[in-house]
């Protein structure tokens, strides 16, 4: 397997990667996006240097709006030329639409919400801020990630899990719970769908795939190496290539043919993986959704078909406690 090499700031010149194809925001929804959802996932990607102005915008975007391209260039220990290459790297263009778009976006974030909880937890936080904390970061990766997402893209995913004789499903770690929660969703509308979390079976199973085939990659990170081999095999084997990531020009998109990004801040307890796995789920969901719908006839009798299936492993007890009338036999 060729070596995963680091984040690109760029796509080579006169090339047209999957990457680059799943990061142009659809009609109508480029004014939701926030920016400094894009700042984040191109970060791993930046220069150093561009890394400590990001750092400086993300820390205090309200704070940079009203701030002079000197003044940031100083509070990142750059200069103002390399504040201005951040902009182009991110896609904001230069530095007063930088500002422009940080000013829109603090105030549609005051509009949304008047609670200012922060997302570090620290060993003085009771149980009560810790829920508050926990709580707040995921219903924030779940609207961040909504805002975000390419809807033609997760359209042509759908057709093409719809339509698919089988689909494979490649996570490791945290991302195998999301890529297993795939397959069993879209096994109980009847699809033909396997998870696989070891190396070795993502590699055999990969092989066997063919034309008409789909294969998901699930990686926070868009770097691990198990799921990006994977999908590469499945690539060259013919099968369509769609990967899940935070990060949009992270390896994984490479091997990619369709790219769905999620939107999650990971902080104190990022080995946790917690916001990032919610986020992983609210774009499973659209999808098992989305091809739900298509079949709309078929999935609703399956769905009745596996409820009806294992209604017998349920006690006789409703929701409320109390216990189910008798079936009478009718």
């Known amino acids: 397997m060729p070596a995963v090499r ?18 142009t925001v659809s009609p109508g929804r480029e004014s939701e996006a926030s920016p400094l959802v894009r700042i984040r996932s191109l970060l791993p ?12 915008v993300l820390d205090d975007p309200s704070s940079v709006a009203r701030r002079s391209i000197t003044e940031v260039a100083l509070a990142a220990n750059t200069s103002e030329t390399t504040v201005t290459r951040f902009c182009k ?21 005051e509009a949304r919400s008047t ?16 829920v508050g904390k926990v709580s707040f ?14 809807i033609p893209t997760l359209q042509r995913v759908i057709d093409l899990l719809s339509e698919a004789g089988r689909v494979d499903v490649y996570g490791v770690g945290a991302s195998a719970f999301v ?16 998870a696989w979390s070891d190396t070795h079976i993502m590699l055999t199973s990969a092989a066997v795939l063919r034309e008409g085939d789909v294969a998901i990659g699930v990686s926070h990170t868009g770097a691990t190496t198990d799921t990006v081999e994977a999908l590469r095999v499945a690539r060259e084997h013919g099968a369509t290539t769609v990967a899940l990531t935070n990060f949009p020009r992270s390896p994984v998109t490479e091997v990619a043919d369709y790219v769905l990004t999620t939107a999650a801040r990971e902080t104190t307890f990022r080995s946790g993986a917690t916001a990032s796995r919610i986020a992983q789920l609210t774009v499973i969901d659209c999808l098992f959704i989305g091809v739900a719908q298509r079949h709309m006839e078929a999935s609703s009798q399956a769905l009745d078909a596996t409820r009806e299936a294992v209604g017998g492993h349920r006690m006789g007890v409703r929701p409320d406690g109390r216990r189910r009338p008798r079936e009478t036999g009718k």
């Open 89 to 109: 790297a991110v896609g904001v263009g230069g530095y007063p639409q930088l500002r422009i778009a940080l000013a829109a976006d603090t105030a549609r974030s």
């Open 45 to 56: 990607g930046l220069a150093r240097a561009e890394q400590r102005v990001a750092k400086v």
């Open 137 to 150: 970061a995921d219903a924030r990766a779940v609207e961040e990630t909504a805002d975000q997402i390419d």
């Open 115 to 130: 609670r200012n909880i922060g997302g570090e937890i620290s060993v003085s936080d009771d149980l009560a801020a810790v």
């Open 6 to 23: 680091n984040f690109p700031t760029a796509a080579e010149p006169g090339s047209v990667t999957a990457s680059t194809q799943s990061e």
């Open 179 to 194: 890529a297993a929660d795939l397959q069993q969703k879209l096994h109980r509308i009847g699809r033909v769908c396997f």
